[in-house]
């Protein structure tokens, strides 16, 4: 496009007098000759905005996902962002914001984040949220961290269905922190947690500190949250639930079933996909664990005046102030992401929420009663139910699947090898990782482009 300068050469000249100079090269003449350039860069003239714009857009025509319908989640999915939600969280007040250390000039995004915790504890059935942590994965890390300082073990046994990356994620965390991670396998799409309390999970394991499950977990199947429960009152644990927000408008709260800790990632609420991220750590814990609670935490009490206001509360657990006796160096937050979260709740409301979740739900319903009419295709997890996905086992590689249904306009899932490894694990066998494939069906998707899919994937199948 052709140059922009924002100043006149009214406003320049009015600068130079200012400073006393007579030209721009006066000014930058401490500039050493050396570093100047010395002619103009070698670049096309200018073309006009919508020019450019539309040799932008015939680029963007070229990649073939951007035409693609997506039926693809494992933590990050294609869920409606209503234009008021892009419209209020884009303000320059939250865009360019800094750090609220100051409340007497951050009132306004205090509120919001207050706001926003407001509704992630209501989400979680729990009665304190933080200010959001970078991503679910680091939410369970420290959701972890928490639960061993509390707990005083150091032993976790986490459910094979908590996403692979968040497990993975944690397992990097342990190996300095000295977490003994032990996973406890599938059966059927949800956790085989021992029959009996003293029955161990795998070789050598110690009784846990903290019990980790998904809900739903990462193949879209709903725990026993009771029963996760039990054994970790048995043991005399921490119940820390990596849960899926979305379908909290149509599931009991994991607060509700006992749960210590709730984790999860807040993506869905209002940040669209692209290019992985910007993510949202959700993370909200009971009041007695509260001055454990890593990152930021927004209170609200009263000015001089009376008047109602928000300040960050209970600094002194962080890292950043107690040192030496911080259990996390978690010491900010994904603003933005949060006060986008909390449009997008504040925009559904308790309905608009159960109603979101219903549709996914009723839309995965329907997926999976007419995929199983696909020769060779099955259901990886049985009849385990499910809420906004679901793994298939195709007869072929999933790979192969995605890649053939791709040319047909659609983004068919995950390949479940392209989270677990080739080799799978504690969640599927290496041949179901092979052909196993994630499919995630939300709000956006339409009848017709369900009865697509299915006709896609039965040529994809066959071919």
Known sequence: MADYLPHTETEVGAMLAFLGLGSAEELFAAVPAALRLAGGLAMAPGEPEPDVLAHMESLADANRAHRLVCFAGAGAYDHEVPPVVRALAGRSEFVTAYTPYQPEVAQGVLQAVFEFQTM??????????????YDGASALVEAVNLGTTAAGRQTVWVSAGVHPHWRHCLATFSRGSGHQVVEVPLEGGVTRWPDEPGEPVGPGAEPPGVLVVGYPNYLGCLEDLDAARRLADAHGALMVVAADPVAAGILRSPGDAGADVVVGE?????????????????????????????GRLVGETVDVQGRRAYVTTLRAREQDIRRERATSNVCTNQTLMAVTAAVQLGWLGTAGLAEVALRCARGTRYLREAVVAVDGVELLTGDAPVVRELALRTPVPAATVVERMATEGYLAGVALDALTGADGDGSVTADDAAHGLLVAVTERRTRAELDGYVAALDKAVRS
Do not use: D, K
């Open 266 to 294: 807040g993506q869905p609420f209002g940040t669209a996909l692209g290019f992985g991220g910007p993510y949202l750590g959700l993370f909200c814990c009971t009041l007695a664990q509260v001055r454990r609670l890593p």
């Open 120 to 133: 992630a504890a209501r989400l979680a059935g729990l009665p304190v949220a933080n200010a959001s942590l």
